[in-house]
C-alpha cells in the first residue's frame, strides 16, 4: 500500500485507488493530479491500496479487498490484512473511493447510506447518477463517510479521463485545490435485489428501465424475464462470476 499525504495538519479528506488491482484509472488520476503539484489548501491523504495486485494485474490475491474490511492484521488473506492497515489511514476522512467497471462508460456514484454528508460528497463527484447500496453488505464505504465512483469501463482511457475529472471536482468541490468544479444534482437510485446466476448474456442497458415481463438476459437459449420493473445496475455479461449484477428502483433526485 502507497500512501502520500499533501497539505498541512491532518488529513480530512481521502482518496482511495487501485481496492482492485486491475482497476487502474484511479491510480492514473491520482497521478496525473499530483504531478501537477497544486497548492493544496485542506490536507488530503492518497492512498493506492492492493499494489501486490496491481503488480500481477489481478483484480485481487486471495479476496476481494472491498468486501474484507474492516480486516483482520493476523488475517489468512493479503485482503484482510491489508483492511487492517488501510482503514486505520481513512477513517477519520470523507472518503472517495475510485473504480472501474465492466458494464458502464460513464461515471456513477455509490453510496452506502444516504444523510447530508453523503449527499454532499456525491454531488462534489459530479456524477450525474448515485446509486444507494445499503443493500449490498461490506465495502469500504460502509466503513467510513465516503462515496465510490465507477468512473467507466475497466482498462479503457475513457475511465483514466473519468476518474480524473471526478477527482478534479471532487477536490474543487471539497475546497482541497483552487479549481473549476460544479457540484451535481444526481438522480438518486436505490438497490433492491441481486440477480444471481453466472454465464448469462445480459441484454439490456445499464440504467434504462426494463419493464415487468421484459426479457433482460439469456443463457442457452433460456430467456430471462423481469419479475417487476427495475433499473439495471452493474449488470454485464463478464462482470461477475455468479451473479449477472444487481436490480434498482429510481428515487428521484438526490
Known amino acids: 500500500m502507497h500512501v502520500e499525504t499533501v497539505g498541512d495538519g491532518t488529513p480530512e479528506l481521502a482518496v482511495v485507488a487501485c481496492l482492485h488491482g486491475n482497476e487502474l484509472c484511479g491510480k492514473t488520476a491520482v497521478e496525473r493530479v499530483l504531478a501537477e503539484n497544486h497548492n493544496f489548501r485542506r490536507p488530503v ?24 474490511f ?10 484482510s490484512r491489508l483492511a487492517a492497515e488501510l482503514l486505520p489511514q481513512v477513517r477519520d476522512c470523507s472518503v472517495l473511493d475510485l473504480h472501474s467497471t465492466r458494464s458502464h462508460p460513464e461515471p456513477f456514484a455509490l453510496v452506502a447510506q ?12 459530479g456524477a450525474p447518477r448515485v446509486v444507494d447500496v445499503s443493500y449490498i453488505a461490506g465495502g ?29 471536482n471532487f477536490l474543487g468541490e471539497m ?10 444534482d444526481p438522480e438518486l437510485y436505490r438497490i433492491f ?14 440504467f434504462v428501465r426494463v419493464e ?12 430471462r424475464r423481469a419479475e417487476r420493473a427495475f433499473y439495471p445496475v452493474l449488470m454485464s455479461t ?6 449477472l449484477g444487481f436490480q434498482a428502483e429510481r428515487v428521484g433526485k438526490l
Open 45 to 68: 491523504r492518497f492512498v493506492v491500496a492492493n499494489e501486490e495486485a496491481i503488480e500481477k494485474n489481478v483484480r485481487s490475491i486471495d479476496e476481494d479487498l472491498n468486501r474484507a
Open 70 to 79: 474492516p480486516g483482520d492484521s493476523d488475517g489468512k488473506t493479503h485482503e
Open 114 to 125: 444516504v444523510n447530508e454528508q453523503t449527499k454532499r460528497l456525491a454531488r462534489a463527484t
Open 140 to 168: 469500504l464505504i460502509d466503513y467510513v463517510d465516503g462515496v465510490a465512483v465507477e468512473c467507466g469501463l475497466r482498462g479503457s482511457e475513457r475511465a483514466d479521463r473519468n476518474a480524473e475529472r471526478v477527482l478534479r
Open 175 to 184: 475546497g482541497a485545490v483552487d479549481t473549476l468544479s460544479d457540484a451535481g
Open 193 to 206: 435485489a441481486v440477480v444471481e446466476g453466472g454465464d448469462y448474456e445480459f441484454v439490456g442497458e445499464n
Open 212 to 223: 415487468a415481463g421484459e426479457t433482460f438476459a439469456r443463457k442457452n437459449g433460456e430467456e
Open 238 to 243: 463478464d462482470g461477475y462470476e455468479d451473479i
